[in-house]
């Protein structure tokens, strides 16, 4: 074991490259695409460190061209999670025992594996596997990830450096921080290739086992992790990647002893039914599981009658329609003062004839496909609902059309009811409403804003007025745990705006801060007394 207090890289936010048309990273990455596309990949589980088969095939389209075979995966059952878990445990002893500064080495290697070789490669699955443009995979698989993998290092050093203030004469006080006691489960969304990694990898840097479930939808760039973690030398057992149906996982996970944590990002009723679960099971645990979940939103954009409609205009159609709206920072709903809205209205419908929408592998599209079938289905019945319903008026879009890739027009929206269905549930696509107020009723609007959803992940305010401002600041304290002033309402990035919400969006651990890495190490605190007394008796009793 190597002797000495190691300081680790400081991290600096990874470069976002841009893609622009005669670029080499352009070219790289067309590159990567073809290749990805005139290959059938064969994806099996990671299990101990082992490739595991099963005759049971499921098939990775890209959302956009549904009909396109990019591989086929194994669909693991029961067994194979009982064998991650064995393997998690079997590696365990080696894992937690290996100084920090090792563990932190093999994090920073694969984050220097994707800035460099994989980049392009990983971008490229993201975008066929999960329908995202250059773009948008450029700053999930590439950028936030390796932000997360840095970043994370450098907190957990910050994590072990803090120590008891105080050690009095004759004394030392020290905290040592143990991984969880059993092994950790990471179940993963399917929207970014960055947080599907950094929820196994992050509970991992802290010395804990791991078994992870990615979304079915996003395997094929969950496995390209996989080869990428071994190459920068995780060890077997490590993390352990199977490919089940997740209530069929969880009654493994949840009915097994060693369970000490979930690691989830998803939609809020998976969580909330984990959650139940996990307390009916309470007696079965050696140890209190931590659980840890970031989950749906229904987040907003306000619009004050001071606002710039410019500025107000593009952080609506950015923060609503990027990735088709499958951010869980989405701008979903919107509240533009009246005195504003034709101004506004007309800047967003230039934009949106601008919009070209298709597959991702041309450059040139903006909006892509929506993640599957499910999905399409869902939003295809909101849209038509709205198209029914009295008191809604469909301002752009509205169209859909899964023939060829699971296509939605990017959709505005415009209703009467502040509480309309679509203002107030997550619909997690390119449906965006508006609602627009009177000038004088702001106050009542920030009501409405805080009382309309059960969630509260992200929001923002578009105004000059700073008293406007403040007041929405207050107000909305409690509706979003990332709150945005004269921006969009997404694009948290790693080390400036630690990511999370409350209420109905989770337990806002913060991805990418040092409050979730603590999440996954439980403190042991050692005093040791260096002459320590000798006769029970106080000292007045003479
Ligand atoms: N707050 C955040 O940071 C954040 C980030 C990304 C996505 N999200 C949320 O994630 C959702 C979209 O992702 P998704 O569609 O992949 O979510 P999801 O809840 O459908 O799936 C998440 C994971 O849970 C698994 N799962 C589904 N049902 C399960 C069950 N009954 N038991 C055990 N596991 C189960 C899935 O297979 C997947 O691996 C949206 O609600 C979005 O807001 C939140
Ligand atoms: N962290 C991302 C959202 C992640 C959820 O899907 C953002 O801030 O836009």
């Not at 290739?193 to 992050?202: C, R």
């Not at 009382?451 to 923002?460: F, I, K, V």
């Not at 969009?488 to 999370?500: E, H, I, L, N, R």
């Not at 409350?502 to 005093?527: C, Q």
Request: aromatic share 10%.
């Amino acid at each position: 074991m190597l002797k000495g207090f190691f300081n680790v890289p400081t991290p600096e936010n990874e470069p976002i490259l841009g893609y622009a048309p005669g670029s080499k990273e352009r070219e790289l990455l067309k590159a990567a695409l073809a290749e990805a596309r005139s290959k059938k990949g064969d994806i099996s589980m990671h299990i101990g460190g082992k490739l595991v088969h099963t005759d049971k095939k499921g098939t990775v389209t890209p959302p956009h061209d549904h009909q396109h075979v990019l591989a086929q995966f194994s669909i693991g059952d029961k067994t194979h999670v009982q064998q991650a878990i064995d393997a998690a445990l079997a590696a365990k002893p080696q894992w937690e025992n290996l100084p920090w500064e090792q563990r932190a080495a093999i994090f920073l290697k694969i984050a220097e594996l994707i800035s460099g070789p994989y980049r392009y490669k990983l971008n490229a699955a993201t975008m066929l596997g999960q329908s995202k443009n250059a773009y948008q995979a450029e700053i999930d698989s590439a950028c936030e990830l390796i932000d997360f993998l840095r970043f994370n290092v450098s907190y957990m050093a910050d994590i072990y450096k803090q120590q008891p203030p105080v050690s009095p004469k004759g004394v030392w006080n020290r905290v040592e921080q143990r991984p969880l006691e059993g092994f950790v489960f990471a179940l993963t969304p399917f929207n970014f290739t960055a947080i599907a990694a950094n929820l196994p990898t992050s509970a991992a840097l802290m010395g804990n086992v791991v078994v992870w479930k990615p979304a079915e939808t996003q395997i094929y760039a969950a496995n390209l992790l996989m080869e990428i973690f071994k190459e920068a030398g995780l060890p077997d057992g490590v993390i352990n990647l199977v490919y089940v149906g997740g209530p069929e996982a969880g009654e493994v996970i949840f009915n097994s002893p060693d369970f000490a944590g979930i690691h989830f990002t998803g939609s809020t009723g998976v969580f909330q039914s984990i959650w139940k679960t996990i307390g009916t099971n309470i007696h079965k645990y050696k140890t209190y599981p931590r659980i840890v979940g970031e989950t749906g939103g229904k987040d907003f954009i306000l619009i004050h009658g001071s606002a710039d409609a410019e500025v107000s205009s593009t952080a609506i159609l950015r923060g609503a329609f990027e990735y088709q709206g499958q951010k869980c920072s989405a701008a979903s709903r919107t509240y533009i003062a009246k005195s504003l809205w034709p101004k506004i209205k007309e800047l967003m419908l230039r934009d949106l004839a601008t919009f070209k929408m298709g597959g991702t592998e041309d450059f040139g599209n903006f909006i892509n496909a929506v993640i599957d079938d499910r999905s399409f289905t869902k939003l295809a019945k909101y849209i038509d609902q709205a198209k029914a319903d009295k008191g809604v008026e469909i301002i752009a879009g509205g169209n859909y059309d899964k023939s060829k890739g699971y296509f939605i027009e990017p959709t505005v929206l415009v209703v009467d009811d502040p509480k309309y269905t679509t203002m107030c549930e997550e619909l997690f696509g390119p449906v965006l409403s508006v609602y627009v107020y009177d000038d004088a009723d702001f106050d009542q609007v920030l009501e409405i804003i805080d009382t309309t959803s059960p969630y509260a992940l992200t929001g923002a305010v578009i105004a000059q007025d700073r008293y406007a401002i403040d007041k929405a600041s207050y107000a909305l304290r409690n509706a979003a745990g990332n709150f945005y002033i004269n921006d969009k309402c997404t694009g948290a990035v790693v080390g400036q705006q630690p990511f999370g919400g409350a209420r109905g969006s989770g337990t806002n651990d913060k991805a990418g801060s040092m409050i979730n890495l603590l999440r996954w190490v439980s403190p042991r605190t050692i005093k040791e007394t260096f002459d320590p007394p000798k006769d029970y008796r106080y000292p007045f009793m003479g």
